[in-house]
Structures are given as structure tokens and as C-alpha cells.
């Protein structure tokens, strides 16, 4: 961010008069701008690099002042006597020079006004920046005559300067992911299923360690059908970029296929009756085309639930367990007593190992018994 400085005024010289024994009338030697005595000229370089080197030529003009003058005809070296420059700085200074013309006054003579004006060489100043970053450098560098020539006043100028860190080039570059997941594709015997994957990673040519995100996140439970997961990588600067994948949940077939048998019918409902009756049932029940009995697996359990309509697609408003499954003469059997059941719709669900194998819905007419149920 640029730095800014407040300065005591811009010049290329100001003088800086101070009353020296013997020489209260002599002339006057001035850097080249207007003149206000006591105010010292400045020089700002604004900001630059650390450790870089400016040049800067300082001008002078020579002027006749009362009745003490320098030598007529003298060339005279305007030079360095003190200075005050930063830490870590350096300063290189070239003097100047000043040609004292011909008609100049002797002293104890005044001036006319119509001296010729002096030849003057600019001095140089060799400026080197410090190396630490920082505002409001001052150079401040005080110029006599050779000769043991003296004026009336003191010659002074100062150089500013700000040191800036340069910045490096603006990172326009997106980073790059790596290890995208391919497109996932699972089963699921629910109406969700949580789904992880191994997350992907980014690099980048500047920032060493871009962040990564996914939407949905890895553990996510992602319903059936199909889902975009996005993961999107940003670095430092702000800069992203994104890639997609897919993940497909899909309703695993069952392992097991039951079929019942009378008195239930493949309709809905399956059986109509009153509360009280006892439903014999009758199951099939097989796997990969063959039928499966006692041998090949566990009894079959009956999960009874109390439906808010007679639709195969209700929904489930209680719950009571129906009892396990016997084998006899050839299938599984259950004799299911409806006693306390209630009147409504009831779906009866045949499990194997947890495992959905035939459902049924029945309506029983109710005759005011309570019924003892599970709520869902």
C-alpha cells in the first residue's frame, strides 16, 4: 500500500542563514529557488526500493549582498562539511562549484545590482536507499565554500525518501485438484444411504497448501437417485477452481422373494376380516430361484404395522412384532391372532434376517377392543 508522507515543503534549495562573527554583511551563496531564511530546502524521491540508489543535482546561484564579498575572479568548490543520513544508508557527494565574476565588488563596497551573474556547477548527491522498509528517510547534507571563503549564510538540503518492500506478481493462477473421485455408484435397502470417499487434494504455484472442500461432505447420507458432489479448491489469492462427480443410490433387490399363499390374495388389501380372527399364513419363501426351508435359513420373522390407509405406499402410524415363522409341510407358517388388534389397515412384513421378503395389507372390521401397539 503507498505510504504517504507529509512533507515541510518541496524545494530544490531554501537557505539557512546563521549570523557568523565577522561576516554579518557578506554575500550570500543560495540553493537555486526563493529565498526564506530559516527555511530549509527538501527534495522528495517518494517511495523506491530498498537498497536502490537516486541521483540528485543541487544548484546554486550566487548573490550580492551589503558590503562583504567573496574574491573577485575566485573559483571556489562548493562542498560537503557535515551530514545526517539514515542507518543502513549511504551518501556520495560531488561538489559543486562557484566562478565569482570579474566585476564582483571588493569588500567594504556595496552592491550595484548590476554585477554579472556567477557560473555555477551543481553538486550531486548519491543517494543509496537503506535496506529496511520504512517512511520518512531524511538526507540532510550542509555545503561550505573552499578557500576559507564565507557567505552571510549556511547551505543546507535534504532528501526524503520512503522505502518500500517491492510486491511480488499478483497470483492470477487457479490451483489444480488431484485425486478427484471417479463417479460412485452403491445399493442401499433404505430410502438413504451414508456414502464416504477418499478426498481429494489440490496444488498450486504460489500457495503451498490450498484448502479443499466437497458439497455434499464425504459421510454424507445421499438419498436415492443420483447426487453431484462438487469439490472445490482455492488457494491464498483467492483463486478456485471445481470438478464434479456423481453418486448414485439405487434400491438393492432383495436377497429373498416371498410369496403367500391362501387366504391372502395378490391384491390390497390382501384379506378383509374383523378384529379377533386368527390369519393363518402361509409363506414361500426363495433365493436365486430356489426355495429356502429350514436348512438353508433362519425362520422367517412377522413385523405387523398399523397403516393410516389401505395403500401398499401408507404410512406407518405403529408397530408390533407378529412372531416367528414354522416350518410345516413344505412352507413357513404363522398363525396370527388379531385379537386387541383394532379396526384399520395393517401391513404384515415378512423378514429374513432383517431382510424385507414379502409384505401383504389386510383390513380388519374393529369391535371396540384396545389395541396394544408400538408407536413409530
Given at each position: 500500500m503507498p505510504l504517504t508522507v507529509a512533507r515541510r515543503g518541496i524545494a530544490l534549495g531554501v537557505a539557512l542563514t546563521l549570523a557568523i562573527a565577522g561576516t554579518a554583511l557578506a554575500d550570500d551563496l543560495k540553493p537555486d529557488a526563493d529565498v526564506l531564511a530559516g527555511i530549509q530546502s527538501s527534495i522528495d524521491l517518494g517511495e523506491v526500493a530498498p537498497g536502490a540508489e537516486r541521483t540528485v543535482a543541487i544548484n546554486f546561484v550566487l548573490a550580492?549582498?551589503?558590503?562583504?564579498?567573496?574574491?573577485?575572479?575566485?573559483?571556489?568548490?562548493?562542498?560537503?562539511?557535515?551530514?545526517?543520513?539514515?542507518?543502513?544508508?549511504?551518501?556520495?557527494?560531488?561538489?559543486?562549484?562557484?566562478?565569482?565574476?570579474?566585476?564582483w565588488p571588493v569588500s567594504g563596497s556595496f552592491c550595484t545590482g548590476l554585477e554579472t551573474a556567477a557560473t555555477v556547477t551543481p553538486a550531486q548527491l548519491d543517494v543509496t536507499a537503506p535496506m529496511t522498509?520504512?517512511?520518512?528517510?531524511?538526507?540532510?547534507?550542509?555545503?561550505?565554500?573552499?578557500?576559507?571563503?564565507?557567505?552571510?549564510?549556511?547551505v543546507a538540503t535534504t532528501?526524503?525518501?520512503?522505502?518500500?518492500?517491492?510486491?511480488?506478481?499478483?497470483?492470477?493462477?487457479?490451483?489444480?485438484?488431484?485425486?478427484?473421485?471417479?463417479?460412485?455408484?452403491?445399493?442401499?435397502?433404505?430410502?438413504?444411504?451414508?456414502?464416504?470417499?477418499?478426498?481429494?487434494?489440490?496444488?498450486?504455484?504460489?500457495?503451498?497448501?490450498?484448502?479443499?472442500?466437497?458439497?455434499?461432505?464425504?459421510?454424507?447420507?445421499?438419498?436415492?437417485?443420483?447426487?453431484?458432489?462438487?469439490?472445490?479448491?482455492?488457494?491464498?489469492?483467492?483463486?478456485?477452481?471445481?470438478?464434479s462427480f456423481a453418486v448414485t443410490v439405487?434400491?438393492?433387490?432383495?436377497?429373498?422373494?416371498?410369496t403367500?399363499?391362501?387366504?391372502?390374495?395378490?391384491?390390497?388389501?390382501?384379506?378383509?376380516?374383523?378384529?379377533?380372527?386368527t390369519i393363518p399364513l402361509k409363506l414361500a419363501i426363495a433365493a436365486a430361484g430356489k426355495m429356502q426351508g429350514p436348512r438353508d435359513i433362519p425362520a422367517p420373522s412377522l413385523l405387523v404395522q398399523s397403516l393410516a390407509a389401505c395403500t401398499t405406499d401408507a404410512a406407518v402410524t405403529a408397530m408390533r412384532?407378529?412372531?416367528?415363522?414354522?416350518w410345516a409341510d413344505g412352507s413357513w407358517q404363522l398363525n396370527l391372532d388379531t385379537s386387541g388388534f383394532g379396526g384399520g389397515c395393517f401391513r404384515l412384513v415378512a423378514r429374513v434376517?432383517?431382510?424385507?421378503?414379502?409384505?401383504?395389507?389386510?383390513q380388519l372390521a374393529g369391535d371396540g377392543a384396545t389395541a396394544t401397539w408400538t408407536r413409530k
Open positions: 550580492c549582498r551589503t558590503s562583504n564579498h567573496l574574491t573577485a575572479g575566485a573559483t571556489l568548490d562548493i562542498d560537503e562539511t557535515s551530514r545526517d543520513i539514515p542507518p543502513d544508508a549511504a551518501l556520495v557527494v560531488t561538489a559543486g562549484q562557484v566562478s565569482v565574476p570579474g566585476d522498509p520504512g517512511a520518512h528517510y531524511a538526507y540532510t547534507v550542509f555545503f561550505g565554500l573552499s578557500n576559507d571563503e564565507m557567505t552571510s549564510n549556511l532528501v526524503y525518501l520512503d522505502v518500500v518492500a517491492p510486491q511480488g506478481p499478483v497470483d492470477t493462477t487457479a490451483p489444480v485438484l488431484v485425486g478427484m473421485p471417479a463417479n460412485i455408484a452403491t445399493t442401499t435397502t433404505g430410502a438413504s444411504k451414508v456414502v464416504t470417499w477418499i478426498a481429494p487434494t489440490a496444488t498450486d504455484d504460489t500457495d503451498p497448501a490450498p484448502t479443499v472442500s466437497c458439497s455434499p461432505a464425504s459421510g454424507s447420507a445421499f438419498d436415492l437417485g443420483t447426487t453431484t458432489v462438487t469439490c472445490t479448491a482455492m488457494d491464498a489469492s483467492g483463486n478456485t477452481a471445481s470438478k439405487t434400491l438393492q433387490a432383495p436377497t429373498f422373494t416371498g403367500w399363499s391362501k387366504p391372502l390374495e395378490a391384491t390390497v388389501p390382501a384379506l378383509s376380516g374383523r378384529v379377533g380372527r412384532p407378529g412372531g416367528a415363522f414354522t434376517d432383517g431382510e424385507t421378503a414379502a409384505t401383504a395389507v389386510v
